[in-house]
Structures are given as C-alpha cells and as structure tokens.
C-alpha cells in the first residue's frame, strides 16, 4: 500500500500556543486529504476535507479559524491548532487518497497532541 | 447522528476459531465500504473493502459480507490469530464525495487468545 507519514508523532505543548502537523504522501500525488480526530475509545471523527490548492472544507462544528489547514502541495498537508487549550489534546490523523471516487484513503500513524 | 455503528465494542475469540465484527450502517447513500485494522497510537491500515455491487469480497483470511436490504455488512477472520488483536473500524461512503470522505463506525477490540 501507498505510504502517508505524519509528523511529529506526539507533543506537549503549553496553552495558548500553536502547534503545526504535518502530513505527507510519500510514494504518490495526494488530490485530497482528509484529517480526522480520535478521542480515547471513540471513533475518529472528520474535522476536515483539504484538497491540493484550495481551501479546506470543514466539518461542521469544527473551527476553521483554530484548525488551520493548508495543502499546499500534492505531498503535503498541515494542520495548525491554534492557540492550543487542554481540551484540544487527542489524537489527530491524516489520510491521503490518489484521486477521488472508489480509493481506499490510506492512514498517517497519526499525532499525540497533549496541551498543558 | 451515528451513520455507521459498530454494536460490540469489543470480541474475544480462541486462536484458529472465527472472529466476526459487525456494521450497521443507515445512510442508504452509502456505496462504498471499507474495514481498518487499528492499533494503539497508530494510524488504521487498511484491511478490505466491498462496493456495494458485490455482496462479498474475499482477500485471504479476511472475508466481508455486505447485505444491502439490511444494512449490514460484517468482516470474517478465520482462522483468527493473536496478532489480529486489534480495533477494527468499518467505514463508509458514498458516491459524490470528495475522494475517500469516510464515516466511521466506533470500532470494536478483538482479543485473540492463544
């Protein structure tokens, strides 16, 4: 299978600061990537749709202006939490798909974030 | 509103015996279906799919089962190993959407004892 690496795997960071994730296809040209986010024993939730050049299309309930996302490139995707709170620690995971339609999204090894 | 629901949050089977994971599913939209493998801290890898043309795929020890009158599709593992132990999420989605939009059932762990 196609390989998406997510960087870092985990991090600690203090409240009130901004944490950027990244997510890239490494073997193939992403159109769209998709981040979702898992809460312990919880199924893992889309928070966003991000395609190659365009803006994120967010789920609703989640906040564009907190969770920034850009893709710029078609390896690439970042997912920035802005002023980050306790509440913002989860578990946060990318997926990357070749071209839209029938394609299994294949998964990051998704990103600890912890907020102190 | 939980479009795809996994009912047993966790199984536990004998090594060599068949394991079967469930999924409802209520958006009749949905055409599309696919099951992950998950471990802990890490991200899910794909297991199997089905399109909803088929009513059974079948990749190795990994059998799904899909029964569009009902909703329902299942993932059968036989023989069933203990390093199958894992959470296994069902997924979703359907035509029109953006690439792989996937709705996700809650998951189940299943235990393989040796």
């Known amino acids: 299978g196609a390989v998406v690496s997510q960087h870092p795997s985990w991090v600690i960071c203090k409240s009130g600061t901004s944490v950027k994730i990244e997510c890239r296809s490494l073997?193939?040209?992403?159109?769209?990537m998709f981040w979702y986010r898992q809460f312990p024993k919880q199924s893992l939730m889309l928070m966003a749709t991000?395609?190659?050049?365009?803006?994120?299309?967010?789920e609703q309930g989640v906040e564009k202006d907190k969770f920034l996302i850009n893709h710029a490139s078609l390896t690439l995707s970042t997912l920035t939490v802005t002023s980050a709170h306790p509440e913002d620690s989860s578990f946060y995971i990318c997926?990357?798909?070749?071209?839209?339609?029938?394609?299994?999204?294949?998964f990051g090894q998704g990103t600890r974030l912890t907020v102190v | 509103d939980q479009q795809v629901k996994q009912n047993s949050p966790s199984l536990s089977v004998q090594e060599g015996r068949i394991s079967i994971l469930n999924c409802d599913y209520t958006?009749?939209?949905?055409?599309?279906f696919l099951w992950y493998k998950k471990y802990p801290a890490e991200g899910p890898t794909f297991l199997i799919s089905?399109?909803?043309?088929?009513d059974k795929n079948e990749d190795g020890r990994f059998t799904v089962f899909l029964n569009k009158s009902a909703k329902h599709l299942s993932l059968h593992i036989v023989p069933s190993q203990p390093g199958d132990s894992a959470v296994y999420f069902c997924a979703a989605s359907a035509t029109g959407t953006s690439g792989s939009r996937l709705t996700f059932g809650e998951g189940t762990q299943l235990t393989v004892n040796p």
């Open positions: 089905i399109s909803s043309i088929k």
């Open positions: 991000s395609n190659e050049g365009s803006k994120a299309t967010y």
């Open positions: 073997d193939f040209q992403a159109t769209t």
């Open positions: 958006n009749s939209m949905f055409d599309y």
């Open positions: 997926s990357a798909v070749r071209t839209a339609g029938y394609t299994e999204a294949f």
